[in-house]
């Protein structure tokens, strides 16, 4: 048994769902293949970091790892990961405000 939540290892247990789930999985794999699709509108660079921007907000330590890698490779800076970290956190903060005023709005309420 694995000492820590994040453990490479685990991956390999993808292809075990694929086997349990075949056309969920696939529909999965289709989405998840959008990012590294050449083509769009939006270049693979960009695709990258913001990938990268959404794994630090939904916090999933594979797709860092990954997207990161991936940024790279396609050409981003180290700068333009850290702000794209940022940008993630800013909006991860605005999120949390906007909450707050809702929960005011609730705690306000007869």
């Known amino acids: ?13 993808l292809k075990e769902m694929r086997k349990l789930a075949p056309a969920d999985f696939d529909a999965w794999l289709g989405l998840n293949n959008i990012v590294a699709r050449e083509g769009g509108a939006i270049p693979r660079k960009f695709r990258e970091l913001i990938a990268v921007a959404v794994a630090c907000t939904t ?6 790892e990954a997207h990161s890698r991936a940024a790279k490779a396609a050409g981003a800076t180290r700068e333009e990961l ?22 005011l709005k609730f705690f306000d309420q007869k």
């Open 1 to 13: 048994m694995s000492e820590h939540y994040h453990d490479a290892g685990d991956l390999g247990l």
């Open 59 to 64: 916090q999933c330590p594979y797709c860092i």
């Open 82 to 103: 850290v702000e794209s970290a940022f940008l993630a956190a800013a909006l991860r903060a605005g999120g949390a405000a906007t909450h707050g005023a809702m929960a």
